[in-house]
């Protein structure tokens, strides 16, 4: 069955990223969607030795599959000090071990933001050069500055022009779903 996977890069049970993302999601009706919280995926840092000695968890094997399956991905990364978290590129390690082109032909939609005025737009950068080298296909990006701000629980993205910028990234992303 056709879907989208959708998940923060970020393991907080408070994300922001995730809060974005589940709204993100909520607005797609035509194309059934996975949400998957990472609050609940942890994983151990990664090493060559865990590797080894441990080998790969039904877990990380289980979110290869849902990649795998997936017809695109919607993805909000969190930033801590200019980059993407610890966490996100963690995930990032430990599923490229499985296969280095594991989101190969995959659309993705990129989300960040953070509680200040750039919105996490490092993170935003440096992850999407980083899911490029995975075989990932970037089709839209969005950054939401200032979250507290901008974002409400029950009304999603208040401010008119960010949620017009928000709806146009979506838009184009399933457009590159169906095509």
Known sequence: MAYILAFAGSNSSTSINYKLVKYTASLI????VKLM??????????SEDHEREQGYSNALREIMKDIRQADGLLISVNEHNGAPSSYFKNLLDW?????RR???DKHILLLATSGGKRGAIGALGHAEQLLTRF???ITATFSLP???DHFS????????QLAKEHKEALAHFMESIHS
């Open 29 to 32: 009706e035509d194309v059934p």
């Open 37 to 46: 919280d990472m609050a609940h995926c942890p994983f151990p840092m990664f």
């Open 135 to 137: 075989g990932a296909e």
């Open 146 to 148: 200032l979250f507290h």
């Open 153 to 160: 629980e029950s009304d999603g993205i208040v401010n008119a």
């Open 95 to 99: 599923l490229s071990r499985l296969d």
């Open 102 to 104: 594991f989101m190969a």
